[in-house]
């Protein structure tokens, strides 16, 4: 008989511990504007609710291709491309086989890069990211309504970055990013545009498939910078093993 309560504390530990573990997400309140724009883009909880996601890249000026893993809490990342991969686990950014392997100017820069642009609006659900309203922005002779995203300083490596996101009168997704850049330590840059295309339905979330990137001068996109499009986008109900991230024995943790 005296073995009954401790069953009955260690089975009031386990349920404690199974309703921790498997709790829903709240979804964050967002202003009216905002949560217009997700509507546009799909069921967005999806988004609040997965745990993981992976996606393949392919650089369409050298036919270049990256495969894309990400836990979504922890904003653990790797990426695996032809010739090098990069990862992010406990300790830092690593890169394998060697950092001249990449060709960039920071691997730390780079390893999220592309995820974080993908992965807007949903991302700037985020904690500490405030989305709202403000003036119209014009961008090559046609008016945008225009949502502006601004983060907390305690908000990653570069919280004075600004983002402008422009919405296509006609669906009300994502058309442009207009956005700069202080990672590296430039306190007044230049804005640069980035233009989203050809939407496709990823399980009920809405991403692009072909991104592009332009400079931005005199309310006008200004040369192609870049573009890449992308394919098997993929959420996942449950996080990748942390061992995914692991810096390889290969590896070396580079900035």
């Known amino acids: 008989m005296k073995s009954f309560p401790s069953f009955l504390i260690l089975l009031s530990i386990l349920l404690i ?8 997400k709240e979804i964050p309140e967002v202003s009216p504007e905002y949560k217009e724009l997700l509507d546009a883009h799909g069921d967005w909880s999806k988004w609040i609710r997965a745990k993981a996601m992976s996606f393949s890249m392919i650089h369409e000026t050298n036919l270049t291709r990256e495969n894309y893993f990400i836990n979504l809490d922890s904003r653990k990342i790797r990426l695996d491309a032809d010739n090098f991969s990069i990862g992010k686990d406990d300790e830092g950014t690593w890169i394998r086989p060697s950092r001249s392997a990449f060709g960039g100017t920071s691997v730390d820069f780079y390893h999220n890069l592309y995820f974080y642009f993908y992965s807007i609006p949903y991302v700037f659900t985020d904690p500490g990211i405030e ?13 945008y309504k225009t949502l502006e995203a601004k983060m907390s300083p305690e908000n990653g490596k570069s919280p004075n970055d600004k983002y402008f996101m422009l919405l296509n009168p006609e669906t009300g997704r994502l058309e442009y990013l207009l956005y700069t850049v202080t990672y590296f330590g430039n306190p007044s840059p230049t804005f640069s545009a980035l233009k989203y295309e050809d939407y496709r339905n990823a399980d009920g979330l809405i991403f692009p498939r072909l991104m592009t990137g332009y400079n931005f001068e005199n309310d006008s996109t200004k040369g192609v910078k870049y573009q890449v499009s992308f394919g098997d986008i993929l959420l996942r109900e449950e996080p990748f093993e942390d061992s995914v991230f692991d ?5 070396v943790y580079a900035n």
């Open 247 to 251: 810096k390889p024995d290969t590896g």
């Open 131 to 143: 989305v709202k309203q403000v003036e119209n922005k014009m961008l090559n002779g046609t008016s």
């Open 17 to 24: 511990t199974s309703c921790s573990e498997n709790s829903v």
